[in-house]
């Protein structure tokens, strides 16, 4: 191509000259194939740019949409716990994805689904129900853009850890996290408990000392009778 370029601006061709004489240049399969790309016959840089697309760009797309697909199983069978998991993900995707867009191999809408079936099957659920709930509109079997599902993604997982902490501090609460009286409310309790033992205590002593009166009027009274 840069041959034929330099050729074309030593002839004074024009776009559109150029754009139907460079497959003056190549085999006949390769002429065929040419003159059914967009920009043929008309604009060159149009022709030039998928010329470029069907041969040197071909094998690093086939590469870039196999990493974007190995990306996408494996994030799906895995597991996105917290936001910084979700970030992490969408970083990886957005730095293939965002190529393959800009590259024309992939869609908007494409690259939003994609996105949408790397997400773990909970999450996915978790993100629809909060979806439905805020928006009349939405079906569970729509595909959300790309920045929606991120925020309800954010939110969810933000109110899931909310109660993963609220829940473990319940159960240490009631395991170790009990407070500890203060010395007032000890020394009353100790103070509670001696009274009540000594109640018990002195109930106890005065029963005994009935007890040992009684025996010694009996004893008196056997020796009278004597």
């Given at each position: 191509m840069e041959e034929f370029e330099e050729l074309a601006k030593r002839c004074r061709l024009t776009t559109r000259e150029k754009a139907k004489v460079v497959v003056k240049y190549v085999d006949r399969e390769t002429r065929k194939f040419w003159t059914r790309l967009e920009g043929y016959g008309?604009?060159?840089?149009?022709?030039k740019k998928k010329i470029m697309g069907a041969y040197s760009k071909n094998l690093e797309d086939e590469l870039t949409m196999?990493?974007?697909?190995?990306?996408?199983?494996?994030?799906?069978?895995?597991?996105?716990?917290?936001?910084?998991?979700?970030?992490?993900?969408y970083r990886k995707f957005r730095n293939i994805a965002a190529d393959l867009v800009e590259e024309e191999i992939i869609n908007k809408r494409q690259h939003d689904k994609y996105f949408w079936k790397g997400l773990p099957?909970?999450?996915?659920?978790?993100?629809?129900?909060?979806?439905?709930?805020?928006?009349?509109?939405f079906e569970c079997n729509q595909v959300p853009k790309v920045?929606?599902?991120?925020?309800?993604?954010?939110?969810?997982?933000?109110?899931?850890?909310?109660?993963?902490r609220w829940g473990g501090m319940s159960k240490k609460g009631k395991k170790g996290w009990r407070e500890k009286p203060s010395d007032?409310?000890?020394s009353e309790d100790e103070k509670s408990e001696d009274e009540v033992i000594g109640v018990e205590t002195e109930t106890e002593s005065d029963s005994e000392e009935d007890e040992r009166k009684m025996k010694r009027s009996g004893k008196k009274e056997e020796e009278e009778a004597r």
């Open positions: 008309d604009n060159y840089a149009r022709l196999a990493e974007l697909i190995k990306l996408i199983k494996k994030s799906a069978k895995g597991t996105i716990e917290d936001e910084e998991d979700l970030g992490t993900y099957c909970e999450l996915c659920y978790a993100i629809c129900d909060h979806l439905e709930a805020r928006d009349p509109d920045e929606i599902a991120m925020k309800a993604g954010y939110f969810v997982l933000r109110k899931a850890a909310a109660r993963r007032e409310e000890s």
